[in-house]
């Protein structure tokens, strides 16, 4: 009958014991809160993960992805939100440009390094925005040397950043100057960023609450981190504050998302508000 869905495209039934399970190991990977609330979406997506690895039950599969680190890494993939675009939030942009960078450099000298962090940066919007947004917005951007670093806890994201393949809807927001300047038109109303900006941005997966996943990323002038504590409890939050804390320069920045505040999560930032918008220092 049409519109009625085939019972190999019905997600499995966890139980209540198999969901708090599923929901504990997500946490404990991720720092997402997830529970009863999203009982049809994680039970969509494990069924998902059973058909890619021919595992029959919930509870045969909750064995094999405690067992296999890859397999753990897919199911992180399929919980991880990606939806974002070109030049989201552009009031941070303009401060990064306006203000946070032309003070930061006051203490640096020509040619010196401003290393930028974007985290999470999905699959390359947020990251490649910054190089976009600094070549046409700062000045003084060729007097020094940028490094912008895209990090996510989804490696699918992370291949697809390196790629720099776009659909019309990532790119809307763009200045029509700007996309086809720096676009190239394929296929299909796609795009692809240039060579030479896909090789200005290094991307690495990275999760936010693991100390030891950050250590070989070194220090930053800037962090960009949008729109991501929001996925997590308190506890979670803190210890991210106190990692991306860690991975600030002295006097370094840091722009949360606009419905994030530092304040309600630690007491180590000093906030600072910008004509175009509110960020947090690291003293």
């Not at 600030?248 to 910008?274: A, K, Q, V, Y």
Request: aromatic fraction near 10%; charge should be negative.
């Amino acid at each position: 009958m049409s519109g009625v869905p085939s019972a190999a495209n019905i997600p499995i039934a966890l139980s209540a014991e198999e969901l708090a399970t599923v929901c504990t190991l997500l946490y404990r990977w991720t720092g997402m809160i997830f529970g009863e609330n999203k009982r049809y979406y994680i039970e969509r997506r494990i069924t998902e993960r059973m058909k890619r690895t021919n595992v029959t039950t919930a509870k045969a599969y909750l064995g094999y992805v405690g067992a296999h680190l890859a397999e753990r890494e897919a199911l992180i993939n399929a919980f991880t939100i990606n939806e974002t675009y070109f030049y989201r939030e552009e009031h941070q942009l303009a401060a990064l440009s306006r203000d946070i960078l032309p003070d930061l450099v006051q203490t640096k000298r020509a040619g010196d390094l401003v290393r930028i962090w974007s985290m999470p940066c999905s699959t390359g919007e947020e990251a490649y925005s910054i190089a976009l947004w600094l070549l046409e917005n700062w000045p003084l951007v060729d007097a020094y040397n940028v490094e912008i670093v895209g990090s996510d806890i989804d490696t699918g994201a992370i291949a697809k950043a390196q790629e720099g393949h776009f659909a019309e809807r990532a790119l809307a927001r763009l200045p029509d100057i700007v996309r086809e300047s720096y676009f190239e038109p394929e296929h299909g109303h796609r795009r692809r960023i240039i060579q030479d900006l896909r090789e200005s941005v290094r991307f690495v997966a990275a999760n936010i609450i693991d100390a030891s996943s950050l250590s070989g990323l070194g220090l930053f002038d800037v962090i960009l981190c949008r729109n991501l504590l929001i996925y997590f409890d308190d506890s979670s939050r803190l210890i991210a504050a106190n990692n991306l804390f860690d991975a600030l320069n002295p006097g370094g920045t840091i722009c949360l998302g606009h419905s994030e505040s530092m304040g309600r999560i630690s007491d180590r930032f000093t906030l600072s508000r910008l004509p175009d918008a509110i960020v947090y220092q690291k003293p």
